[in-house]
């Protein structure tokens, strides 16, 4: 069985694969100081409610935008599961280019959507993630990384929102049936939603104009999108072709896969 480990900002995310299939996941929210002892205490207990033993773990991946993170995630697949990590951006082989400025700068779970998405749709895809930070990223028909757009994402808009006026409250992402809100809350709401909606369809018809130049290809690119809150914009707009939670756990797969058959060549 494979461990794969995907560490954000906000959340850590270990799910375990058998044979490429997902078994089970778990999410815990991301503490860089959490030692691998607390990690594994964790995720133990987890594992045995679903009757899975460290021994049957055989390999592990990891992908974290989180540096502090990594070194006790690594002790954690060494010391409780006897296995030496593959790590994205270190020793993962992507199949694919990064042709951006400095590739070193691009975030690993950026990379790890790539690969997944390039492996599931054709063409040029603009892949839109909804996390700490909204990040828009940009993959030309070959499944090479172009670059993107990195935007505050929503939930810490809201908090920088609350916290800078101290008349407007503390508020959940919502989609409010008007555009006009008839009280504060509604208001925000509105903001908020039909906000980054508009800011969705405005990047992307610029990102779709712009590649279709760089790259010298006149198709239009898919949309897909991914992370916790694509399945509520994706009702504001037609924009978005698809929505595709798994994408990161399947990029780590893949990666994985990669990665060993280069270590081990037939």
Not at 109 to 118: E, F, G, P, S, W
Request: with cysteine; hydrophobic share 45%.
């Amino acid at each position: 069985m494979l461990l794969a480990i995907d560490a954000g900002n906000t959340n850590v995310v270990f799910a375990i694969f058998d044979q490429g299939e997902l078994v089970c996941q778990w999410r815990a929210a991301t503490q860089a100081p959490r030692t691998s002892d607390e990690h594994a205490v964790w995720l133990s207990q987890l594992m045995n409610l679903k009757g899975i033993q460290a021994s049957d773990i055989s390999d592990a991946i990891i992908a974290t935008v989180v540096p502090r993170a990594l070194f006790d995630l690594r002790e954690l697949c060494r010391t409780y599961f006897d296995v030496e990590p593959v790590v994205v951006g270190d020793d993962a082989e992507l199949g694919i280019e990064i042709l951006i400025d400095n590739p070193e700068e691009v975030g690993a779970d950026r990379l790890v959507n790539t690969v997944a998405a390039h492996g599931t749709y054709d063409g040029p895809l603009i892949i839109l993630d909804f996390g700490t930070a909204t990040t828009f990223d940009i993959v030309d028909g070959d499944g090479n990384f172009r670059g993107g757009v990195i935007s505050p994402g929503i939930n810490l808009s809201l908090e920088a929102l609350h916290m800078a006026a101290a008349a407007l409250p503390h508020i959940a992402v919502a989609r409010p049936d008007h555009t006009i809100g008839r009280n504060t809350t509604e208001a925000m709401q509105s903001g908020v939603y039909w906000g980054y909606v508009g800011l969705i369809e405005g990047l992307i018809r610029r990102i779709d104009a712009e590649l279709k130049q760089i790259s010298n290809d006149d198709r239009n690119a898919t949309i897909i999108a991914t992370g916790g809150l694509a399945p509520l914009f994706a009702t504001g707009t037609d924009i978005i072709q698809h929505v595709d939670s798994d994408l990161t756990m399947r990029g780590l797969v893949e990666i994985h896969r990669r990665t060993r058959i280069k270590d081990n060549p037939v």
